[in-house]
């Protein structure tokens, strides 16, 4: 049984939202690739249409778009994903997760294409302030 957060980024808005993704649900994402569409339902979002952007596996390693496959392979890059360099031309070996969903993956990023009926706000209210946080107490400025 997988467990994902899914990261999903509203291109109109600039916003994103967490969603935890488990059970049969979570299941549905796993072979997809990076750049593949899939039904909201899998995350919540009944009527909305995401398209895979990335992500990263239990360890933190980044997901690559242009390796193949399931598993973590150290490769030499120069740019993208999961590596800037210091200067131009520099090339690193670096350790990379491939493109497609499994369950070794903890996070999925993906973004919005179509937009369902109810708006992001309805299904993903905003936390209102001092909610679950400890009450602050005021110090005081005298000395002792």
Do not use: C
């Amino acid at each position: 049984m997988a467990d994902f957060r899914v990261v999903v980024s509203d291109s109109k808005t600039g916003k994103a939202y967490q969603v935890v993704s488990s059970g049969a649900e979570a299941n549905k994402l796993i072979g997809k690739k990076i750049g593949d569409t899939v039904n909201g339902d899998s995350v919540g979002l009944a009527g909305y249409t995401l398209k895979l952007t990335g992500g990263s596996d239990k360890d933190g390693f980044a997901m690559r778009g242009d390796l193949p496959g399931t598993a973590r392979r150290k490769i030499l890059v120069s740019s993208g994903v999961g590596y800037k360099p210091p200067a131009s031309g520099v090339r690193k070996r670096k350790s990379m997760r491939g493109n497609e969903v499994s369950s070794d993956v903890s996070q999925v990023n993906a973004v919005i294409v179509d937009y369902g009926q109810k708006s992001l706000e309805e299904i993903f209210p905003p936390k209102v302030e001092g909610e679950g946080a400890p009450a602050k107490t005021e110090k005081s400025t005298k000395r002792r």
